[in-house]
């Protein structure tokens, strides 16, 4: 999958999953946005561990040692966000799937033995 080059216009909710985080070598599917003025201001997607580094950075700079708390608490917020987008998907799997009726064969070569 080629790497984004960035965006003028912001990456929509479902958008920004679908392009990979623009961080070398990163693979992960992107979930935030930053924009960098001295980039030309585009849109550039990060994957949720990126993000989390960055904002520590830019917090560490700002506010040196003062900040650790408030770097705490946003990595905390952004796993818990990405455990609930784990439940979520597998709970969304779970009623894709149709439910097999009790008693029902599961294969083909099973329901053949069984009509002989």
């Known amino acids: 999958m080629p790497r984004a080059k ?13 392009v990979p985080c623009c961080v070398n070598g990163c693979r992960n599917k992107a979930r935030f946005q930053w924009r960098i003025c001295a980039d030309g201001n585009r849109a550039r997607a990060l ?7 960055l904002n520590e950075m830019v917090l560490r700079w700002a506010f040196g040692r003062s900040a650790a708390s408030k770097a705490r608490a946003y990595r905390r917020k952004v796993e818990e966000a990405e455990a609930l987008d784990v439940i979520r998907a ?27």
Request: with cysteine.
């Open 90 to 116: 597998l709970a969304r799997d779970l009623v894709r799937r149709p439910a097999r009726k009790s008693g029902a064969k599961a294969h083909v070569h099973d329901v053949r033995r069984a009509a002989r």
């Open 47 to 53: 994957c949720a561990a990126h993000d989390v580094e």
């Open 6 to 18: 960035g965006r003028a216009r912001d990456y929509t909710e479902a958008g920004i999953r679908r």
